[in-house]
T-cell receptor, first 110, second 112 residues
Framework: DQQVKQNSPSLSVQEGRISILNCDYTNSMFDYFLWYKKYPAEGPTFLISISSIKDKNEDGRFTVFLNKSAKHLSLHIVPSQPGDSAVYFC?????????FGTGTSLTVIP | DAEITQSPRHKITETGRQVTLACHQT?????MFWYRQDLGHGLRLIHYSYGVHDTNKGEVSDGYSVSRSNTEDLPLTLESAASSQTSVYFC???????????FGPGTRLLVL
């Protein structure tokens, strides 16, 4: 029973446009939410986070939105760049563990 | 620069053999983690440690063990390798228990 779902395995976006990656979770105890980016043959790299007391966190081109009532978070990348092409994992956490989604493979087309 | 390394990067072994995957970090982080990544499952937590001599089971710990004798290393041992343990293994470390984790490059393990 997966507690974290990223229902879009892949996403293609034109360079310069917005990329929106979604993540749904079932555990209402999650209180901290991370996004990671992963290139092939490398480990995941931390991208951005948000705590449950906020509904938005912004860092440059990356913004994460949290809707606690819907148990949904999303990552917006604006503008998208070819170097953003990677697999993105959401990872909600509580207590001392994080639970990773299955990932969304983003392709930014030049 | 601080880093986290894993060795070997690739390993082929036979069913029933004992295998140890190494993880070494120079961040001086107390928290270290082992994950496996499989298609359709994302990353799943195997074991984690919050400090020397501390180890805890994660979501998929059966068939694996870890030991923490110093801050820098958390080796992962497969006591008797099974084909179901064919996977990519990632080690990670973090400064705080709910903080961002820094991942190693991964070890690709094939059990025949």
């Amino acid at each position: 029973d997966q507690q974290v779902k990223q229902n879009s395995p892949s996403l293609s976006v034109q360079e310069g446009r917005i990329s929106i990656l979604n993540c749904d979770y079932t555990n209402s105890m999650f209180d901290y939410f991370l996004w990671y980016k992963k290139y092939p043959a490398e480990g995941p790299t931390f991208l951005i986070s948000i705590s449950s007391i906020k509904d938005k966190n912004e860092d440059g081109r990356f913004t994460v939105f949290l809707n606690k009532s819907a148990k949904h978070l999303s990552l917006h990348i604006v503008p998208s760049q070819p170097g953003d092409s990677a697999v993105y994992f959401c990872a909600p956490g509580a207590g001392n563990q994080f639970y990773f989604g299955t990932g969304t493979s983003l392709t930014v087309i030049p | 620069d601080a880093e986290i390394t894993q060795s070997p990067r690739h390993k082929i072994t036979e069913t029933g053999r004992q295998v140890t995957l190494a993880c070494h970090q120079t961040w001086n982080h107390n928290n270290m983690f082992w994950y496996r990544q499989d298609l359709g499952h994302g990353l799943r937590l195997i074991h984690y440690s919050y400090g020397v001599h501390d180890t805890n089971k994660g979501e998929v710990s059966d068939g694996y063990s870890v030991s923490r004798s110093n801050t820098e290393d958390l080796p992962l041992t497969l006591e008797s390798a099974a084909s179901s343990q064919t996977s990519v293994y990632f080690c990670a470390s973090s400064e705080s228990s709910l903080g961002a984790q820094y991942f190693g490059p991964g070890t690709r393990l094939l059990v025949l």
